[in-house]
């Protein structure tokens, strides 16, 4: 039996890339949009033709991503957008699909209009509680069932097997957004999802300078074609250079993540219980509602991302946002520098998410710089 290769050797060498003309360790950038063809018509790479769909760096990204999550294929996208949009739309009007209450503020405001525009029925869950997504489930028939776990930015945990097993039962396939776990920390097509999502932007890049996502299917069924389909002919395609960026990102993800998790672990540690703070929300702490399950699921870490809720409420909250000096005050996630966001700002008056509360990522500084500007921002 071949022995498979561990996820860091895999990553660091990022399909193991070797020209054998010129030596070179790096792939090069291929930025051809058509592939010709010889004097009698045939094309001299039978898999190539044009690069809206058929790029070669994309390509090279989708087959480590593909490998770390155990899938059958893969598809990068323009955007995390992107990607989660196509597999929505191969559903039909009549369908329905089910989603959780909190999860990714922009797919939750584009799923309300999109199927209300479409005719297809939208249901939310309450996160966390597998009891009530077992109810929103039976109530009809449903295609789609969409998890995020942990979910943004109050970072719940879904049980991704049970919730497998409850979509399966209704005969609906369920796709985890998996940004936050990588594939570093879960892996839901081993736990019975038939789909991952990644907002590829994040931690698989991992340097703020991508706008990326991606699709894994545990078997490319009828919706996978049909996803794909879309990615074509939408365009929804990731150019060579922002490609050949990602794949260079991923090569540095085990370690990145690794950092992070250790640093959001100590960061959670010490400030739970904290003078100010009302609740800290990290599933790696043993008071977390889901801890257990966050344990089972994921390996070797819980991930950089956690929230924070402090005494004084919303203009309380937003001061000690104001007064921090490492954190940057910026949206997004996952990359290699701390962010911080006061949420409901961001959302709005509908945003479901506590006025006191300050989602934080956490990035791979030194741990003891981050902590101290929390403490001087909270005592400001």
């Known amino acids: 039996m071949e022995q498979q290769d561990k996820v860091e050797t895999l990553l660091a060498q990022a399909g193991h890339y070797l020209d054998k003309k010129t030596g070179a360790v790096v792939p090069p950038i291929q930025p051809s949009t058509t592939f010709a063809r010889d004097e009698q018509g045939e094309l001299y790479d039978s898999s190539r033709i044009y690069a809206r769909d058929q790029s070669v760096n994309a390509e090279m990204a ?3 991503l593909c490998k770390l999550e155990n899938g059958a294929a893969c598809k990068m996208f323009a955007s995390g957008m992107a990607a989660a949009t196509a597999l929505v739309q191969t559903l039909r009007p009549g369908d329905r699909i089910i989603a959780p209450k909190v999860m990714y503020w922009s797919l939750r405001g584009w799923l309300i209009t999109f199927c209300e525009d479409w005719g297809i029925q939208l249901d939310f869950y309450d996160v966390g509680d597998m ?11 449903v295609q789609l069932v969409w998890a995020e776990t942990p ?20 005969g609906a396939q369920l796709v985890v957004d998996s940004t936050v776990a990588t594939p570093l920390l879960s ?57 050949w960026l990602l794949l260079r990102g991923m090569r540095t993800m085990h370690v990145r993540v690794e950092r992070a998790c250790e640093n959001a672990m100590a960061f959670a540690r010490h400030f739970e219980g904290y003078p100010g703070v009302k609740a800290v929300m990290y599933p790696g702490l043993e008071s977390h509602p889901q801890h257990t399950i966050a344990a089972a699921q994921m390996q070797g870490g819980f991930g950089g991302m956690l929230s924070v809720r402090f005494d004084g409420g919303r203009e309380k909250t937003a001061r000690i946002m104001g007064s921090l000096k ?26 479901p998410v506590p006025d006191d509360l300050l989602r934080f990522s956490i990035g791979i500084e030194n741990i003891h710089d981050l902590i101290a500007d929390l403490e001087q921002a909270i005592s400001s």
């Open 131 to 141: 009891q009530n997504l077992a109810d929103v489930i039976q109530a009809a028939p």
């Open 187 to 243: 892996q839901p097509i081993a736990l019975g999802a038939d789909y991952v999502f990644h907002s590829a932007t994040k931690y698989i890049n991992g340097h703020s300078d991508v706008v990326a996502g991606a699709l894994i299917c545990a078997r490319e069924d009828d919706r996978w074609q049909k996803a794909a389909l879309i990615r074509a002919q939408h365009g929804g395609i990731l150019g060579p250079f922002e490609s």
């Open 326 to 351: 490492h954190f940057v005050r910026a949206t997004s996630l996952g990359g290699v520098e701390s962010l911080v966001e006061h949420r409901a700002l961001i959302e709005g008056e509908t945003s």
């Open 62 to 64: 989708e087959a480590v």
């Open 151 to 170: 979910a943004n930015p109050t970072w719940e945990v879904v049980d991704i097997a049970q919730a497998a097993d409850l979509a399966h039962q209704a």
